[in-house]
């Protein structure tokens, strides 16, 4: 299993250009989340995802939008990047609430991707 | 929201030194995680620990939902454990869905 997989690894983008991050699973969960880190600060949610066709906002939605077509990747998308979206962004996923295993509700990240808009 | 609080913000060890780190919570919580992120960035899953103790190796960690704080506990501390640990406690929403809040992280620096 390749667990999570984030696509791109690093990014350089110009103020107002649009890029779509990837995130795949293989673990077959039903949740999935994208968070941003930014420096001296723990991770903050974007958006997130209790099931494929379904997302929600989280914490720090503003200037992102995602999809959710398959089950297995959750996309993240910037319309018109801004300098303060310069962040490193984690994707994670994790099984669906009710699930009879302990510990479902446990979250796994993928490596991260570093965005850098000038 | 929440309000997630984690102690110290930086550590310094002597290689083989144990330590002892800090996680409280503003509210009630449906369960509580520790996260290692090495320095290379990866995040690593130590404890999904609600409540009650859980022992790894050289960690374990200390939940008391009811007093809303956790504990960390290194012993016998490596250089490779050196990085930022963070704790992130999760909550049920209305709407059904699962979301975790995490802390700022305590820095630890192992010095050989």
């Known amino acids: 299993n390749a667990g999570v997989t984030q696509t791109p690894k690093f990014r350089v983008l110009k103020t107002g250009q649009s890029m779509t991050l990837l995130c795949a699973q293989d673990?077959?969960?039903?949740?999935m989340y994208w968070y941003r880190q930014d420096p001296g600060m723990g991770l903050r949610l974007i958006h997130y995802?209790?099931?494929?066709?379904?997302?929600a906002k989280g914490e720090v939605p503003d200037g992102y939008n995602v999809s959710r077509l398959k089950k297995q990747n959750f996309l993240l998308g910037l319309e018109s990047a801004a300098p303060s979206q310069t962040s490193v962004y984690f994707c994670?996923?994790?099984?669906?609430?009710?699930?009879?295993?302990?510990?479902?509700?446990?979250?796994?990240f993928g490596p991260g991707t570093r965005l850098l808009v000038l | 929201g929440i309000q997630v609080e984690q102690s110290p913000p930086d550590l310094i060890l002597q290689e083989g030194a144990n330590s002892t780190l800090r996680c409280n919570f503003s509210?009630?919580?449906?369960?509580l995680q520790w996260f290692h992120q090495n320095p290379w960035g990866q995040l690593i899953n130590l404890f999904y620990?609600?409540?009650g103790t859980k022992q790894n190796g050289r960690l374990s960690a200390t939940t008391v939902a009811t007093e809303r704080y956790s504990l960390l506990y290194i012993s016998s501390s490596q250089t490779t454990d050196s990085g930022v640990y963070f704790c992130?406690?999760?909550?049920?929403?209305?709407?059904?869905?699962?979301?975790?809040?995490f802390g700022k992280g305590t820095k630890l620096s192992v010095i050989p």
């Open positions: 992130a406690v999760g909550r049920y929403s209305g709407a059904g869905s699962y979301q975790l809040t």
């Open positions: 509210d009630s919580v449906n369960n």
């Open positions: 673990m077959n969960h039903e949740y």
């Open positions: 995802s209790v099931g494929e066709g379904t997302t």
């Open positions: 994670a996923s994790s099984y669906e609430r009710g699930r009879t295993s302990g510990g479902q509700e446990t979250q796994y």
């Open positions: 620990i609600p409540s």
